[in-house]
DNA sequence: ACTAATATTAAACAAGTGTTTGAATTGTGT
DNA sequence: ACACAATTCAAACACTTGTTTAATATTAGT
């Protein structure tokens, strides 16, 4: 979506507004960002932001739908490689783990859950409608098909909980991942960290590998345990 | 008039602020909520804020820790009492049980868990250092100590990512149910909370109940399939 | 009952907020 | 070259923020 209209090598001043805004906007939140700070990060004025968008909240708006649209179609995608590969019939450990792959991974490189577990439990409900319309559903709907095409026998309701612990662990290692970064200049709270979770101090590659492996393993024993196949 | 000037069975000024300012912050977070905002939900002097407490930032820290040991004090004391009960030797299933149950429920009546993971991706440090020697720390040792007890061949590695888990689904099922609530007057949204977890739709007490059992069962069965009893 | 410490109040403070304005600048089509 | 629209800019706007002030009211000690 960056492409309408850049015409050489550096970025227009509403593109550099967004840019800007994604990064402080996922390091500080929404209200904690001010409009002269975005305008000073872009490196253009202040009322660029009411004139190329309609306010701060639209801006915030954009950028956070950007960033939903690009972590789904990145599940999305994954999910049906998968299925082609392995012709409608793949097991229940391949499917976690290109779901906790793909998101660890693009969560981590830019933190935008950050912004989203943020945002979420702040009053708006504008922001809520389109995170499920354009997140939450169809990426249930798309694990809920492979693990059905998966387990057979899995109900809905079954399905609902699985999925849940699964989504559970994903965020959490990587808010934690994201937290322990954040207080890399207070060590005494570092260190606490480290002992009760002694990963964290992994580089960000063999991070996303360690964890991707656990909870893969972890939701797979569960559910083999929980819904034995039946063959 | 009457309850006004009450100082016996009513509480004081002090107090009403801090109940206000739990109440508010936990709905909010601590930016979203102006200080004229909580002098007018206590029914007192703007000025009183800064008098009882010596500004905003310190009422929040005193509002926050308050809350922290009272929960880290009930799954310390759950756990204490489970190993009493078992004499020194509980189930995994049991130990699971005690941690969910007091969390969830505590967690629930008092939305503070929505307080520390909002507050827990801003800024500050001095917050952070506090929360984890008085609650991760001491919760996470209480924690290994038990499922040591239960599991004895456990590393402490293995201990670090399966408590990881367990806490991850504990997190997450609280905030989900608390994100639904919010979403009460968004019927959008909510229709497509409950369509993704239909058990959202029932009342606390169910919700807790089968949400314990789930996170039991779940982890038990990935704790018995990936690190099996030698017995 | 008088005093001195404590508590509460309305009003003002300085600083920061998002947004708007109207003039100056740039770009574009003819 | 000119004209016309789109963009950028410094300045100001109206408003809210957390905090402080100085005066008033309340309480407790003797």
């Known amino acids: 979506m960056t492409a309408s209209t850049t015409k050489s090598g550096d970025h227009q001043p509403k593109e550099r507004l967004l840019d800007a805004a994604e990064e402080l906007f996922a390091a500080k939140g929404f209200t904690e960002v001010s409009v002269r700070e975005l305008a000073a990060a872009a490196d253009v004025n202040v009322a660029a932001v009411n004139y190329h968008f309609q306010g701060k909240e639209n801006l915030f708006h954009e950028v956070i739908t950007r960033r939903f649209c690009i972590q789904r179609d990145r599940t999305l995608d994954g999910l049906q ?38 945002e979420m439990h702040s009053g ?10 354009q997140m939450v559903a169809p990426t249930f709907a798309a694990i809920s098909r492979a693990l059905t095409a998966a387990r057979p026998s899995l109900t809905p309701d079954d399905l609902s909980w699985i999925i849940a612990s699964i989504i559970a662990q994903i965020h959490h290692f990587i808010l934690r ?6 207080c890399e200049d207070v060590p005494e709270a570092r260190e606490i960290m480290l002992k009760a979770f002694p990963a964290l101090a992994l580089d960000q590659d063999e991070y996303v590998r360690l964890t991707t492996d656990h909870i893969t393993r972890f939701s797979t024993a569960a559910i083999d345990g929980l819904y034995p196949e039946e063959n």
């Open 81 to 118: 490689a998968l299925l082609d590969q392995t012709e409608g019939k793949p097991q229940v450990d391949q499917i976690i783990r290109v779901l906790v792959g793909e998101y660890l991974d693009g969560a981590l490189s830019n933190s935008f859950l950050t912004m989203i577990t943020r």
């Open 124 to 133: 708006k409900g504008g922001t809520h409608v389109q995170f499920f319309k």
């Open 177 to 182: 991942r994201i937290k322990c970064e954040s």
